[in-house]
């Protein structure tokens, strides 16, 4: 069974840059997040879908983040402008079909702001 | 809203040596997940306990899940390299659409 597929592994880019990330979850699996793990901390929950709807993003900075995920299957994160302190991994993670449930993750993108 | 402490942040042990980490809850839990993130990777699902006192091993590993649902435990038995590592624990919030609340790990150091 294929996991949680990420891309890209790795970004640089200078702060007020744009920058997007995609996810391609578990096939299945109903429930994706997005994550933003800083160094040292545990991951913080950006956005849960359920399907194709948002079913949690009350920590999602919307002035500057979105998130999309067409059709229920994968997903991508944006980022505009970035700021310095969204250095971090962005961790996509997928369930399935009940939330609260096992989450598998991928691999992330490691986010440098410069 | 719902809050997870875990505890302690790090953990330095010789090799061979046991380890602990505890997990607390500001309410009630439907389940305690665990995952484990090596070094420079991603956390990995380790094991979930639903019911009240559950204990669950896995080799040197166990589990336990308090009887009110609020807390939990990670216990590893004679300390390896590869335990090494950050242990989370977390929560499926009660009420609308069961987040999981992570706790903010704990850091096992193997001392050389």
């Known amino acids: 069974e294929a996991g949680v597929a990420q891309s890209p592994r790795y970004k640089i880019i200078e702060k007020r840059q744009s920058v997007a990330f995609w996810c391609n979850p578990i096939s299945g699996h109903a429930t994706l997040y997005w994550y933003q793990q800083i160094l040292g901390q545990g991951p913080k929950l950006l956005i849960q879908?359920?399907?194709?709807?948002?079913?949690?993003d009350s920590q999602l900075p919307k002035d500057r983040f979105s998130a999309e995920r067409l059709k229920g299957v994968d997903s991508t994160l944006k980022i505009q402008p970035a700021k310095l302190e969204d250095s971090a991994v962005y961790l996509c993670a997928s369930s399935p079909n009940v939330a609260g449930t096992e989450a598998f993750f991928g691999q992330g993108t490691r986010l440098t702001v410069v | 809203g719902q809050q997870v402490m875990q505890i302690p942040q790090y953990q330095h042990v010789q090799e061979g040596e046991d380890f602990t980490t505890y997990c607390n809850s500001s309410?009630?839990?439907?389940?305690i997940q665990w995952y484990k993130q090596r070094p420079g990777g991603h956390p990995v699902f380790l094991i979930q306990?639903?019911?009240s006192g559950e204990v669950k091993k896995q080799k040197r590993l166990t589990f336990q899940f308090g009887e009110a649902k609020k807390n939990s435990s990670l216990h590893i038995t004679a300390t390896q390299t590869t335990d090494v590592g950050t242990y989370f624990c977390a929560g499926p919030e009660k009420g609308s659409n069961y987040q999981l609340i992570w706790g903010a790990g704990t850091k096992l150091i193997i001392k050389p």
């Open positions: 306990l639903v019911k």
């Open positions: 879908f359920q399907n194709n709807g948002v079913v949690d």
């Open positions: 309410t009630t839990l439907s389940n």
